[in-house]
């Protein structure tokens, strides 16, 4: 199958999870395995952090929490002196439960207490290689759900997993509520291995999928001429060597004169910020990228990175969806606010915060969030996303027929052709137009 049909397996489904994150209450992440881990939030890869002694570490409680505390330790006691099984009683877990609760009253679904073992898991990330089942995986109503696989070749691709698909177990162990990094930590494993996962899916009554692991070269960029002469460039994630694959991809297809561009951002939930800065390079001579607004509403500028490949004034159209995150919706939103390229698609996910992680002594780690991304023209995208300029849905019809309207819309509209049925322009909202938008 070429790449253009490829992305037919991988955008697909229509019930897009919403209210899914990428942390915590939902990280999108690689089922990658022992030496892949989470795509974390923000464009992926949160920059490590400076981890500060606080005089609450050293042992002295500030006179205005002395009270809290008091409680605190009380509870403590209690649990210590009273609980009918003094062998349960695991004072790491009870701390780490104590961190996860005053985490949790915060709110913010990207910050997040990690354990060592979750905190390992998570130190993996956006590598080439890895050993798993190749899934995208995102958290929504206390379930993982699969956003869809890595590439119609991995095993979960395989094995029949679709965007949408509700993970209740684990080789037998319900994961309802589990943290994200847990249920990855054990669905990944060793190439040649199975792992046995118990779905639920629109429509059907829950079955079970046995998959074996794999070990599994993923390159980030795939692209080709099409019939029509127009060039097709999919980017699965933005990764350590994306750049790199782009550069040498659309330099091959620029040596054919395509007369238009499509770049695929479907399905991609992010990766790292240089990745997006220097994808963003290839399309815009220069600018900013984004904006980065902190607790103060100061907003620090990231500009476009150029690279090997420039590709200014090719026409060009972006498609998106539900699974177009992070790093995805940075670059859909400057080309769009740019007005370099027209959206086409769904409305694409919203994950726009930026996560610093702090890594404890002990191995476990806090990932705070510090900051929010916004577009060039200062719109938000957290909890908002990208409206597309044309909106066309993807049925679970179109699914199971391996058609791709939205796909078939980006080419007519470049070519001029009438465009397919069930293609809208949406009304304009404040959220969608490209003007300054404050954030709450």
Avoid: C
Avoid at 256 to 277: E, S
Avoid at 318 to 345: C, H, K, P, W, Y
Wanted: proline share 7%.
């Amino acid at each position: 199958m070429n790449s253009s049909g490829r992305i037919l397996l991988l955008s697909l489904a229509v019930v897009f999870l919403v209210g899914i994150s990428f942390v915590a209450g939902g990280i999108t992440g690689f089922l990658y395995g022992s030496s892949q881990g989470i795509q974390l939030p923000f464009v992926g890869t949160p920059e490590p952090a400076e981890t500060p002694d606080t005089y609450l570490a050293e042992g002295t409680v500030p006179e205005e929490l002395q009270e809290q505390f008091e409680l605190f330790w009380q509870v403590w006691s209690l649990l210590e002196g009273n609980f009918y099984d003094p062998t349960e009683i695991d004072s790491r877990g009870m701390v780490y439960g104590a961190i996860r609760g005053m985490v949790d009253s915060l709110g913010d679904r990207y910050t997040l207490f990690s354990t060592p073992a979750q905190a390992d898991v998570s130190r993996t990330h956006l590598q080439r290689d890895y050993e798993g089942i190749g899934a995208y995986i995102d958290y929504e109503d206390n379930f993982p759900v699969i956003l869809g696989p890595v590439n119609d070749e991995t095993p979960a691709a395989e094995a029949g997993l679709r965007q949408g698909d509700v993970v209740l177990a684990v080789d037998g162990m319900d994961v309802e509520g589990m943290p994200l990094e847990e249920v990855i930590a054990y669905i990944k494993g060793p190439a040649g291995t199975d792992v046995v996962l118990t779905i639920l899916r629109e429509g059907q009554a829950p079955f079970e999928v046995t998959i074996t692991r794999a070990r599994i070269e993923i390159l980030s960029v795939e692209g080709e001429l099409r019939e029509d002469g127009l060039a097709y460039v999919q980017l699965s994630v933005f990764g350590e060597a994306t750049s790199e694959e782009l550069d040498e991809r659309l330099k091959e297809l620029l040596r054919q004169n395509p007369t238009g561009l499509i770049l695929d951002l479907r399905n991609n939930g992010g990766g790292y910020l240089r990745a997006a800065q220097e994808v963003l390079g290839r399309f815009v001579e220069d600018g900013v990228a984004t904006y980065q607004s902190d607790r103060e509403d100061n907003l620090l500028p990231h500009p476009v990175i150029g690279g090997d490949a420039e590709a200014f004034d090719l026409p060009m159209v972006v498609l998106i969806n539900g699974g177009s995150a992070s790093a995805s919706e940075i670059v859909a939103g400057a080309l769009q606010d740019f007005g370099r390229a027209t959206l086409v698609g769904e409305q694409s996910f919203g994950k726009g915060s930026i996560q610093h992680v702090f890594d404890l002594e002990d191995g476990s780690s806090l990932r705070v969030t510090v900051a929010h991304w916004l577009t060039p023209n200062e719109r938000r995208i957290q909890d908002v996303g990208l409206t597309p300029d044309l909106v066309v849905p993807l049925t679970p019809e179109d699914f199971e027929a391996e058609r791709d309207p939205q796909l078939d819309a980006a080419a007519a509209y470049l070519l001029g052709r009438p465009l397919p049925q069930g293609a809208a322009t949406p009304t304009p909202t404040p959220e969608a137009l490209p003007t300054p938008t404050p954030l709450p």
